[in-house]
């Protein structure tokens, strides 16, 4: 990884989005000419720090990337928590979109490419400016729908979600995700809309016709490949249906493992990203590498 380090510049930039909100981002740029660039769309209340050693070996296999902090999440928090006023629809309507045109201007005469991790492949169509996107790597992204839980994972969802974050938004005026390790502590709109969306079918499809009149994902069709592993118990092989379907035009190769394939204990709903898996299973970060590659 010191190696990958080697061959890559990479600094900090600001984003400001069409709310006037600055998102926190890094730029991964190749010493060599970029051909291809990559935003990494994070899951629900995880830093960019998360895909840092990720973002780094793609940077070193000569492409442009980009990672960012959600609005209310990380160092793009930038007032007291109970007071941001951020959703699950703002991340994809208004945050996802400024990074993809941030990636246009760091990344001139390039393809551009989204690589999203659970919700940041499921609030692609919500981005207005989609069409600049060539293709989509799907990791971990599903429904999330508790229905299609297997127990007793179903009970820890259904307390998380039916008790915890309705309580402590009500206490709080946020959710303290990380008092029980999950990411980081979550704007009250974000949370409220997670659980909501998680106890329907469909996942934001929920919200159509209700908080959402205006959306793309009938009409989103770059070519697209989703992993998911079979230790997920939120990304499971249902909800990953379940989530795909939305998409209704985009042609979408899914491709589910089981961890012993790669000759690992476990890679669940987070552990793709871990630099601990890709020196056990190098082949894994290789699969995003060979993606990028092929889309050309």
Same mark, same amino acid.
């Given at each position: 990884?010191?190696?990958?380090? @080697? ?5 900090? %930039? ?31 209340? #995880? ?29 793009? %928090? ?10 699950? #629809? ?9 990074? %993809? ?44 729908? #508790? ?17 915890? #974050? ?32 998680? @106890? ?64 690992? @204990? ?31």
């Amino acid at each position: 990884m010191e190696n990958a380090q @080697n061959q890559t510049d990479t600094y900090a %930039l600001s984003i400001m989005t069409d709310r006037n909100r600055a998102l926190a981002a890094t730029v991964y740029r190749p010493k060599d000419k970029v051909k291809a660039a990559v935003m990494i769309a994070p899951a629900t209340g #995880i830093k960019r720090q998360f895909y840092h050693n990720f973002a780094t070996y793609l940077a070193a296999s000569g492409f442009g990337v980009l990672t960012f902090d959600n609005e209310g999440i990380g160092e793009s %928090l930038s007032s007291d928590l109970a007071k941001c006023d951020a959703s699950l #629809i703002s991340w994809g309507r208004h945050d996802m979109p400024a990074v %993809l045109d941030a990636l246009q201007d760091e990344f001139a005469d390039a393809t551009y490419h989204l690589i999203g991790h659970s919700a940041g492949g499921q609030l692609i169509g919500l981005m207005p400016n989609y069409q600049a996107i060539a293709s989509v790597f799907n990791v971990a992204c599903s429904s999330g729908r #508790i229905k299609n839980m297997d127990m007793p994972y179903k009970l820890k969802a259904m307390g998380f979600m039916d008790a915890f #974050i309705p309580l402590t938004n009500l206490t709080f005026g946020y959710t303290p995700a990380d008092k029980i390790g999950m990411g980081e502590p979550l704007p009250r709109g974000v949370a409220r809309q997670w659980r909501e969306w998680c @106890n329907g079918a469909g996942y934001i499809k929920t919200a159509f016709g209700k908080s959402i009149h205006t959306h793309f994902y009938d009409e989103l069709d770059m070519p697209a490949l989703w992993l998911g592993f079979s230790d997920d118990e939120i990304a499971n092989s249902k909800n990953m249906d379940d989530m795909i379907r939305v998409f209704s035009k985009m042609p979408v190769e899914k491709r589910f493992f089981e961890p012993k394939e790669f000759g690992l @204990n476990s890679i669940g709903h987070m552990r793709y990203f871990s630099s601990r898996t890709n020196t056990k299973a190098p082949q894994l970060w290789q699969m995003a590498v060979d993606w990028l590659a092929k889309q050309q």
